[in-house]
């Protein structure tokens, strides 16, 4: 009788596991579905910008992203803009800090300005979008696309001098994103 009682709690025991194990595969089984068809969606909507493969690296890297809505994607392609502003900025700055030559050091100046104003603006686009103002988000976006020419303006006013590929990069970046993020305001309207 005491081997009976042991066997039915192994038999037990060894039935929950069998069941919890089923749930957690199909649980799995589903999030793969899922995921692969959330990669799919943003697939078709990247295909659509100018820039897909920009579009998808950025959306596909935020992990904080709730859905593969076109909301929330645009949220992504600005937070991505705001980064690549952000770090222009901070290159900017010392690139400031640590030229000596006069002519660079104006150029630097009015490039560090306008990034930081750049990436303001873009946070004020963020909060925009949380707040589901598309139209201001928009404007947002597209005076911090301004900021972005103005540095290269500033480059192009002393010719001979040419925009240092740490900069430049990150320059490049933020206007990828930018053409992405005029057909997702489109998509939006």
């Known amino acids: 009788m005491e081997c009976f009682k042991y066997t039915n709690e192994v038999f037990f025991f060894i039935t929950v596991t069998q069941i919890f194990l089923l749930v957690l595969l199909l649980s799995a089984s589903k999030s793969t579905v899922e995921a692969d068809g959330d990669k799919t969606i943003i697939t078709k909507l990247c295909d659509e910008?100018?820039?897909?493969?920009v579009c998808l690296n950025c959306v596909l890297s935020d992990t904080?992203?709730?859905t593969s809505n076109v909301s929330d994607m645009t949220h992504s392609i600005l937070f991505c803009m705001y980064s690549q502003t952000t770090y222009a900025h901070a290159t900017a700055d010392h690139l400031f800090q640590t030229t000596a030559a006069v002519v660079l050091k104006e150029v630097f100046r009015v490039c560090k300005d306008v990034m930081f104003s750049a990436s303001n603006t873009l946070w004020d686009g963020l909060t925009k979008?949380?707040?589901s103002d598309y139209k201001k988000a928009h404007v947002?976006?597209?005076l911090a696309h301004a900021d972005l020419f103005q540095c290269d303006f500033a480059f192009m006013?002393?010719?001979k001098v040419l925009i240092p590929s740490e900069l430049l990069n990150y320059m490049v970046e933020a206007k990828r994103l930018f053409d992405v993020a005029q057909i997702m305001f489109l998509l939006l309207d």
């Not at 910008?49 to 493969?53: G, H, R, W």
């Open 140 to 142: 947002s976006v597209r």
């Open 157 to 159: 006013k002393h010719g």
């Open 64 to 66: 904080s992203r709730e």
């Open 49 to 53: 910008t100018l820039e897909p493969k």
């Open 129 to 131: 979008m949380e707040a």
